[in-house]
């Protein structure tokens, strides 16, 4: 019998909202699993009082969705394969092909006898750099992802290695050290003056702190690409062909309009 656990944040949709869309995705993969577990977690950046449903755990939001994604780990069931996904999936991105596209690959990610990922596989940065042994040019995005067991055990390790925020210079120099093209892609992505290899949400005035949270949350991206590559694994994109690029464009095009109104 298969077995998946979905680890789903929220932060931008209401409780129902969050309902809802959690169970059309049970919905999406419940023809390829025999068993399917959730883990609901509310990013919040205050102490949670009562209005956070019993069904929800609760994560602060220091290092982002990979805070929220860390605190699943206690909670998850032991299963063939995991999905992450946090309500940018629904908020900012195609929703519909992207779980289509992994529940497609679903089956080879559960039984893969190597550590196995699907989702978004982006460009890091079109600037040319020595890679220092391990392809650092695309990495695989972290909004929505299945991994396989073995990959999952990867991901809970490195989740588990975060740093707390006085604590987060010496795990990013640590970091440069072990994957040497790391520093030059969080440079371009994150703390350079906005370039076109900038994250989508750069912008002149965000403070350093904030900065640092936010290069310790790319870096998770960067190193577990790097450590599934590493371990003979393999990154499977969803993000391909014209169709998922018109659905892309046509996304942003809507919501860019509803942020006018």
């Not at 680890?7 to 699993?33: A, H």
């Not at 755990?57 to 946090?86: C, E, H, P, R, V």
């Not at 949400?201 to 790097?226: P, T, W, Y």
Request: hydrophobic residues 40%; contains cysteine.
């Amino acid at each position: 019998m298969a077995r998946l656990t979905i680890n789903g944040v929220k932060f931008y949709l209401t409780s129902r909202q969050f309902s809802k869309k959690t169970k059309l995705i049970r919905d999406v993969f419940d023809c390829k699993f025999d068993k399917i577990c959730s883990v609901n977690i509310d990013l919040v950046k205050e102490e949670p009082e009562s209005s956070i449903p019993n069904e929800m755990i609760y994560s602060n939001d220091l290092w982002f969705d990979m805070s929220a994604y860390g605190a699943a780990i206690d909670k998850q069931s032991t299963s063939d394969a995991f999905l992450y996904f946090n309500d940018t999936l629904f908020v900012k991105h195609c929703s519909g092909i992207v779980l289509e596209r992994i529940r497609d690959c679903a089956d080879s990610v559960a039984s893969s006898p190597f550590p196995t990922a699907v989702g978004a596989i982006n460009p890091s940065t079109d600037a040319i750099f020595h890679e220092g042994g391990y392809r650092s040019s695309k990495h695989l995005s972290t909004f929505c992802f299945m991994l396989n067991n073995s990959a999952n055990r990867i991901f809970e390790d490195i989740l588990l290695s975060l740093p707390d925020f006085e604590d987060s210079h010496d795990w990013l120099r640590s970091k440069y050290q072990e994957y040497p093209a790391l520093e030059r892609v969080l440079y371009l992505n994150v703390f350079a003056p906005h370039n076109p290899w900038s994250w989508a949400g750069r912008s002149h005035n965000l403070r350093s702190d904030f900065l640092r949270r936010k290069a310790v949350s790319v870096s998770v991206e960067h190193i577990l690409s790097a450590e599934i590559i590493k371990s003979g694994g393999v990154l499977l994109p969803t993000n391909y062909g014209y169709y998922y690029k018109f659905c892309r464009v046509t996304k942003t095009f809507i919501t860019g309009l509803k942020l006018i109104k």
